[in-house]
């Protein structure tokens, strides 16, 4: 199985022939304003505790996480980045089938298939919104048996939220007992209080997956972490090995939860930026911006304009400057792309590129040494 992720510029640089910090990338969408400031500091003043295992309980950095959230620390449960924690989930929880709603993040499918269950997908649509109808969850729920449901929110790559009545059906279901809600929350650091944990405290089988990496800007540091009633994360917890979360990364991720002044930074300044990368691509012939919440945006291109691999090859071998062709996400195809939002002037440079590639397209740019990566 060959999942492609955004965000692998040491392959692609080794390809090209450039190096890694060489490359504009918009592939993988990370906080564009960096760690909070201050970060280096707690990071080095860690270092003379690298001769210690770090703490195994991680309890400053779930203190951390249960103040922020308002959540009893025995609903928490650490992990090396959300991915461990989606590889152990189904596990940890004897899921036999899922229905993972897709086009969604390609390590759900992997993970669940490696541990045996059957996956069923329910691919959303663009007229939806790319988030799922109740009705259709319900049919498909209705025409098997499933031990877990997997949902992202914002959804990705669209960025959507999911609708009022989904998040109804999510709570009245969540109450159980049926299928486990496994809702990825990533992104919804960008739009925190549209986070379904508002409703844990009612729920018995809703958990929800939060990472550090897209809003603290740190994926080098891998930090993720579940939200559950207790019964669940106590499960999960069970499977999660030793000293996951490293000492570095347990006192990073205490110390950015603490950061208020950079959240709300971050929070205005993608509002504005989103929404004017957003207008600023619409108004390019031809394409088409989904209206997303988080720090990215997807695009579909119009009949007429090239696939979004030759788009992509082009852009990088004349700019340097790296998008992700959405191809390799099942549910979508060759006509979607996704950016991130990133620095002001950096987005210029992306839209001045893709005016450029667009209004004069020149396959002979393409490279196909980059056709499928990365
Ligand atoms: C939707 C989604 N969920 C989860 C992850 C995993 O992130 P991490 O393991 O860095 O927490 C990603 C990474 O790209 C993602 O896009």
């Avoid at 090209?16 to 960096?34: R, V």
């Avoid at 992104?187 to 089988?205: G, P, T």
Wanted: proline share 7%.
């Amino acid at each position: 199985m060959n999942i492609v992720h955004g965000g692998n510029i040491y392959e692609l640089a080794t390809l090209a022939g450039c190096s890694p910090e060489e490359i504009l990338d918009f592939s993988a969408s990370i906080n564009p304003l960096g760690p909070p400031p201050g970060l280096e500091a707690v990071l080095s003043g860690c270092f003379g505790l690298l001769e210690s295992y770090p703490d195994i309980h991680s309890r400053r950095l779930i203190e951390a996480i249960s103040n922020f959230h308002d959540i009893d620390p025995a609903c928490i449960v650490v992990t090396n980045g959300s991915t461990e924690l989606i590889y152990w989930l189904p596990r940890a929880l004897g899921v036999r089938s899922a229905l993972a709603v897709l086009p969604a993040f390609g390590e759900y499918v992997k993970a669940f298939e490696i541990e045996g269950a059957r996956v069923q997908k329910l691919f959303s649509t663009p007229e939806e919104g790319f988030q799922p109808r109740v009705e259709r969850l319900e049919a498909v729920l209705g025409s098997g048996a499933f031990d877990a449901v997997l949902l992202t929110h914002p959804s990705s790559p669209a960025g959507s939220l999911l609708g009022a009545d989904t998040i109804d059906w999510i709570v009245e279901k969540g109450a159980g007992p049926g299928p486990f809600l496994l809702v990825d929350e990533v992104f919804v650091d960008f739009c925190e209080e549209a986070s379904l944990k508002r409703f844990l405290e009612r729920a018995q089988n809703v958990a929800l997956i939060r990472s550090f990496t897209k809003f603290y800007g740190i994926p080098g540091l891998r930090i993720g972490y579940l939200l559950a009633p207790a019964q669940i994360a106590e499960r999960v917890r069970g499977f999660v090995p030793p000293w996951s979360v490293g000492t570095q990364a347990q006192a990073a991720g205490a110390y950015c939860l603490g950061r208020q002044e950079y959240r709300l930074e971050t929070l205005a300044f993608m509002e504005k930026e989103r929404l004017r990368l957003g207008r600023e691509l619409a108004a390019i012939r031809g394409l088409e911006v989904f209206p997303g919440v988080a720090n990215f945006l997807l695009v579909r291109l119009g009949g007429g304009l090239p696939p979004a691999s030759v788009l992509r090859n082009d852009i990088f071998a004349r700019s340097r400057i790296l998008i992700r062709d959405c191809a390799s996400f099942e549910g979508l195809d060759d006509r979607y792309f996704r950016v991130a939002v990133r620095l002001p002037e950096q987005n210029d440079r992306l839209l001045a590129a893709l005016n450029d590639v667009l209004s004069d397209p020149c396959p002979s740019h393409s490279c196909s040494s980059l056709r499928n990566n990365p």
